[in-house]
């Protein structure tokens, strides 16, 4: 079979769900890119939704169950959020992946700001990764990345960015893809723009400033299809516009942890904090963890769980047990989840007051990490290129069938994914 188009550029449009549709689509780019391709707002996302286990699908085409990474960060019992290092490397991603494929084949592939791609085989990467606690940043990106495609972007490009300060930092990421796709031309760019979830976590999901985001993000994509043109590789690209995951507003944070405390789960030793039981909290779900064989604290801890859903205040909807999370392709270590409801969010500090209020402190916060069939819940998807039927309603799909969808037009060699290859959208 013949590639469908040579290139592929996907634009990973973080929290660009399905309540940002109707005014994404009215912007010029976007709407010139649905016109010419397919679309849907009801791509499904994985549990829990949080963006690297999503990622880690987008990229191998399977479920959370079989790629491993469970969370955006390792589990790191009473390290403050700031402070936990993340899956920011290839190696915690346990199946193969389709920028790998790519490779096989001897095709140019590209990273910029994608998720888990620290030390990866990809020709031309600066991965997403921060320095935590002493590290140097930009160190810690030269060290993990392509370190003269690196440096050749930061000498270019570096002084747009303030930090992870927005918008600037989706401008230089913008900047890099723009001159990648013009002197590289990778067959496969992936790329992670982070704006509007920002914008959401920080302001909630109704502010104005999120039609300015979506503003900002479709001159973006504008460039970008600019670029492909200037390097005269448009009619042979296709394009994937892809949002990971909703948001939902949050008045309420909990902090089960406390319980756990004040029940003597969490206690402190010798100085030191020490858990029987721990939830790790990821924003609209939370996983249980139990220490191994502690068959006590595991009947101690359900009971405390079950008496907080009883009582409303805390925000738990469901504790889902082994057979709820098989179904949900959770990873198979964890016998135990808690669901959120809609208006709260859990965190793992044992020592805060059990609930916060966020109204009542003039906090606005919106979060996710929800199960995927919550209501207005799913995401966008936009696939376009002179390959794609005109005008095609994806309908409802998974992110697992991005990977398989990226082999497909590539014509790689990539079995044994959970998802499908959207073939019936191709000419």
Known sequence: MQPKSKYVIVISYDAFSKDNWESAKSKPHLAELIANGASTDSLKSVYPTLTYVIHSSYVTG????????FHNNPFQPFVPENDQAWHWFRRDIQEPTVYEAAGKKGLKTAGLLWPVSGNANINYNIPEIKAVKNENQALKIL???SKLFTLTMEMKYGKVRQGIEQPYLDDFTTLCAVDTIKKKKPNLLLMHLIDLDDTKHIHGTKNPQIENVIDRMDRRIGDLVQAAKD??????????????????????????NRLFYDEGLIYEHNGKWQWRAYIQGAGGAAYLHLQQGDAEAEKLALSILDN?????????EAILSTEKL????????FRYMIEAREGYAFEDDHLQEAVVDLHAIGKKYATHGYMP??????????????NVIAGSDIGEVCVVDIAPTIAYILNLDFPDTDGRALTEIFK
């Open 326 to 333: 098989n179904e949900l392709h959770v990873s198979r270590q």
């Open 308 to 316: 907080a859903a009883q009582h409303g205040a805390y925000g738990i």
């Open 373 to 386: 069939n919550k209501p207005n819940y799913t995401s966008n998807l936009i696939i376009s290129g002179s």
């Open 231 to 256: 390097a005269d590789i448009y009619d042979e690209t296709t394009f994937i516009i892809v949002g990971d995951h909703s948001q939902l507003d949050v008045q309420y944070k909990a902090y089960l």
């Open 62 to 69: 399977v479920y959370p169950n079989k790629h491993g990474v």
């Open 143 to 145: 060290k993990s990345g």
